[in-house]
């Protein structure tokens, strides 16, 4: 069976490496209204967290945060 919600990314339980990133509430409310145009039809939460564990370059470019600056914090 699939069970399929909606959630904001302020509330997503994040986990292994995603867990670690850096965005704020602000970026990750920004992030989210981005995802949602790029994927009308949503995401699953592993590719949610894949996005955040893996793809922190992309997310940055998304919100036009530069990866350097993201890293130093």
Known sequence: MKVYSEI?????????GAKNH???YEELEEIQYQLE????DGLED?????LFWFEEEF?????GLKYKKY???
């Open 46 to 50: 592993v590719q949610i967290n894949d």
């Open 37 to 40: 145009d790029i994927y009308p």
């Open 59 to 63: 997310l940055c470019e998304l919100i």
């Open 22 to 24: 850096s965005f704020t």
């Open 71 to 73: 890293l130093k914090r």
């Open 8 to 16: 904001n990314l302020r509330n997503f339980d994040f986990w292994s």
